[in-house]
Each structure stands twice: as C-alpha cells, then as structure tokens.
C-alpha cells in the first residue's frame, strides 16, 4: 500500500489516501496486477477504512469543515498515458455518506488540479478542454458549488 495524500480539519478529523496493487492471483484478471484506491478517516479515536469506488484514482482533497473531505477524482479507464484527465469531486461525509459532483463546460470537459472547501461551498482550480483531447487548446477554469446545509 502507498499512501499519497494526507488532509486534515483538526485533531480529530484526518484524511489519508492512496493505492494498493492487487496482484493478478487475487484479482483473477489476467497478468496485470490493478491499482485500488484506498482511503481511510482518523476521528480522534481510531482509523476507519472508507469505501471508494475501484475504478476511481484519487487526486489533491480539502477537508469539508464538517469532518468530512471533498477529493479530485478520475476513472482509472480514462486514457492512463494521459497527462490529462476529465476530473469530478467526490464528496465523503464524516458519517460514511458519499456524492460526486461533474465540474462541466459547454463542449469540453474539465480537469481540476486542486481543491478548498468551507463548510458551504467547493472551489477548485483547473483547465477546461474541448471535448477532443488537445493538449494547445485550454482554458484556465474555477469550479465553484454550493453545498447544501
């Protein structure tokens, strides 16, 4: 297991996130071993494991002020030799609740590259390209959504 990102709200609200490879015997998928994602939640008392998606990679998070954390994510299908990738935001509640918002753009998509939460609302900082992937043709891009009380 690698752990990649560490974020914090306070003491007793801790983030870490990751991968793990899962070798081709456990996974029965051919030769290549997988990359997992992993994630796991510190309250002040004890680490708790936090289910996310497989196909999912996680990027840079920002604690939520509510003891939960808001983390960039793409599908591990996206083109792997990509240096970019069509991002959304994947929001973990402190109680194991989750959603995903789809930063979107007319006739592209959005990359994020980082993330700041209050408790009412997500910024995030990124590109937005056309829908064909060029790499000359971007723009620069700020995602903002209000979260509901």
Do not use: C
Request: no cysteine; charged share 20%.
């Amino acid at each position: 297991m690698r752990l990649e990102n560490l974020v914090t709200g306070g003491e007793d609200d801790i983030w870490v996130f990751g991968s793990r490879t899962e070798r081709q015997e456990e996974s029965g998928e051919g030769e290549q071993p997988r990359s997992l994602p992993v994630a796991a939640h510190w309250d002040g008392r004890s680490w708790r494991a936090v289910t996310v998606p497989p196909t999912w990679r996680l990027r840079e998070a920002a604690p939520d002020g509510r003891g939960g954390v808001h983390v960039i994510v793409w599908l591990a299908d996206d083109d792997s030799g990509a240096d970019i990738h069509t991002t959304s935001v994947l929001s973990l509640a402190a109680d194991g609740s989750s959603s995903v918002s789809v930063p979107e753009v007319s006739g592209g998509r959005v990359s994020l590259n980082d993330l700041a939460a209050t408790p009412e609302k997500i910024w995030g900082v990124g590109a937005a390209y056309p829908s064909e992937v060029t790499l000359t043709a971007s723009t620069s891009a700020v995602y903002a959504r209000t979260i509901a009380p």
